[in-house]
């Protein structure tokens, strides 16, 4: 017979087994008509023009940050996406991070040595990520294009 305390601790401890889920793809990520529509319009440009380059890579980032992106150079970007996430939050933030891969293209933002400048103003990543002009106009690009996938979809 078990007794109370013996049953709260493997209670206890069946809480601290870590439960495995599928990790998303970035194939996965990508199966959403907004986020290629998306790409097609507003981000690849008619030939001769130079399209930007994205790298996207499916990452161990800290549990709050869902996505990041990154300029490694003139026309080329890194995307990474939490790998923790399902693949309906990471769709959305995909799009989302595509929307400052636009910014930094089209030099609405614009950051190095430590300094960040929106739409030639300076500013600062001190300021609250609510609060950053970038980051609304992301969320509201998102909001406004951003249409989800049915799971049957993925």
């Known amino acids: 017979m078990i007794n109370f305390a013996e ?30 529509k998306f790409v097609t319009d507003s981000i690849l440009k008619p030939p001769p023009r130079r399209s930007p380059y994205i790298i996207t890579k499916i990452a161990p980032l800290r549990f709050n940050i869902i996505g990041l992106t990154t300029q490694i150079k003139e026309d080329v970007y890194l995307i990474q996406l939490n790998s923790i996430y399902p693949v309906d939050i990471l769709q959305r933030t995909m799009f989302h991070e595509l929307v400052h891969v636009l910014q930094f293209d089209r030099r609405y933002l614009i ?31 998102t909001d406004q294009f951003f249409v989800p996938s049915f799971e049957e979809d993925i």
């Open 7 to 36: 049953e709260n601790r493997i209670a206890a401890a069946k809480e601290r087994i870590t439960t495995f889920r599928k990790t998303a793809t970035v194939k996965e990520v990508l199966n959403n008509k907004s986020i290629l």
């Open 111 to 141: 950051e190095g040595f430590g300094l960040v400048f929106w739409k030639g103003e300076a500013s600062s990543w001190n300021v609250p990520w609510g609060a950053r002009p970038w980051e609304i106009h992301a969320e509201e690009l």
